[in-house]
């Protein structure tokens, strides 16, 4: 791979001027609060304004200035090789309705894009194994009875051999912040509002006390503790991204089943490559697996970006998109995407926008938050962080008191228990946490 000048940031940022909104300035009353501006959060916005509810969001930063500007931006009901698990936990009927929901979220996507200049392109979405052609196999099976018109696929245009890939035709992708900027003109939102307590009805910020009747926490991870136990249901996972420039077209978005795998689209003339991941707090591969990739299999092409993100995921592979815990009437959540938030952040504002308008949504027992806890994940979540608790160094995470590891691929201080992160000099970069820390010296 040839060496060039190369941004520590991801295209997509480097191709918008955001919109800027003022911060909140006294007290607020409003039917509905959104507190966190990502994009679930902001399609929950958009939403409920078009559905003629008054809503109001306010954002701890800046505008999808966090996860989403640094996805890869595939819109897809492919979310891995997942149906046949789905099938096998909860029965084909939720599975169908989990392909359903996701099915109308890329549609919604499609009708909205159709008036926003955000480069929204159909294109085939597959999943291929490495090594496991029982695993495609399955889910084939699984799709088939479902009744979705998946292919198998033995061979993909990519520098390596598959034991087989899953095709999901007529998917799509975008820029994400395009797609934003087109959709936040006149909500009400406000910047550089940080929500520090919720109790009932009132959200406190350090700007004003916001009343509202229904409340949404869409803050990639749940920062109330006291409900709903998110701190035992999540965890949080970190990929990176670089782009490059003079590789092929692939021609669709792909996807290794594996969870430390790597995903492969195109954007206009840059090839993007995903990968590297860790949970958060723990070693990885990064950037310096992707760039030995690159220089192996396009060692013509230069490297022009690289960006890393996170993701917060379940125990059992299906978000969480409902009322928040069972004794909270009036507040409800979405986390925990899994790796899939742009299509699972439209399928959350549908199903939110229902239930807060008094609709039956057909899918809102599928993602119900309140279902059972009952998953292996559930035990490795405890026992990490009960090791992470009882590692006798600092610093440690204001959130629940976690050792925090260095991370000298990104120069910040990370909490393998729930995934906040930290400058070097100890500014908050992730939640849950909703303060910095005082570190020392790596």
């Known amino acids: 791979m040839k060496e060039g000048t190369v941004h520590p ?26 507190i966190g501006g990502g994009m679930a959060g902001v399609l929950c916005a958009y939403m409920l304004q078009r559905a003629g509810v008054a809503c109001a969001l306010v954002e701890a930063d800046t505008v999808c200035g966090g996860v989403t500007k640094n996805t890869t931006a595939k819109i897809t009901s492919q979310h891995g090789l997942i149906y046949h698990k789905l099938v096998k936990r909860f029965g084909p009927e939720t599975a169908a309705l989990y392909l359903r929901a996701n099915q109308e979220a890329l549609r919604a996507y499609g009708e909205l894009c159709e008036g926003i200049d955000c480069d929204f392109e159909r294109r085939n979405a597959f999943v291929y194994s490495l090594d496991d052609p029982q695993a495609v196999e399955d889910e084939m099976e699984a799709l088939r009875r479902l009744d979705f018109p998946a292919e198998f696929v033995g061979q993909l245009p990519l520098p390596f051999p598959v034991a087989g890939a899953v095709r999901f035709p007529d998917q799509a992708q975008f820029n994400p912040l395009k797609f934003v900027h087109g959709i936040t003109e006149g909500l009400e939102i406000y910047e550089h509002t940080m929500v520090r307590e919720v109790a009932g009805h009132r959200a406190v910020t350090d700007r004003g006390t916001i009343t509202a009747e229904q409340i949404i926490v869409a803050t990639h991870f749940p920062f109330l503790n006291l409900r709903g136990s998110y701190f035992l249901k999540l965890y949080q996972h970190r990929s990176y991204v670089i782009a490059l420039e003079g590789a092929p077209d692939v021609g669709g978005m792909y996807v290794d089943d594996a969870l430390k795998g790597m995903s492969f689209r195109n954007f206009e003339h840059l090839l993007l490559i995903g990968g590297g991941d860790h949970r958060t707090g723990k070693s990885g591969g990064n950037w310096e697996e992707l760039s030995r990739f690159a220089a192996r299999h396009y060692p013509n092409a230069k490297e022009r970006y690289r960006w890393s993100t996170q993701d917060c995921m379940t125990l059992d592979d299906v978000p969480y998109i409902g009322r928040y815990s069972k004794n909270t009437p009036g507040l409800y959540v979405a986390a925990g995407f899994n790796k899939w938030g742009m299509t699972s952040s439209m399928a959350a504002a549908l199903v939110l926008t229902d239930l807060i308008t008094g609709k039956e949504n057909p899918y809102a027992g599928v993602f119900s938050p309140s279902r059972s806890m009952l998953r292996p994940q559930l035990a490795l979540n405890a026992m990490e962080a009960a090791v992470d608790l009882l590692t006798p160094t600092a610093p440690r995470c204001p959130h629940m ?34 303060g910095g820390i005082r570190p020392r010296r790596p």
């Not at 990370?414 to 939640?431: A, M, T, V, Y």
């Open 9 to 34: 940031k991801s295209l997509w940022s480097a191709s918008v001027t955001p919109r800027r909104f003022e911060s909140l300035n006294g007290d607020l009353k409003v039917q509905v609060l959104v």
């Open 401 to 434: 008191g976690c050792a925090l590891k260095w991370n000298g691929a990104e120069r910040s201080w990370d909490c393998p228990c729930h995934g906040s992160r930290f400058r070097e000099g100890g500014k908050l970069i992730d939640n849950p946490a909703t």
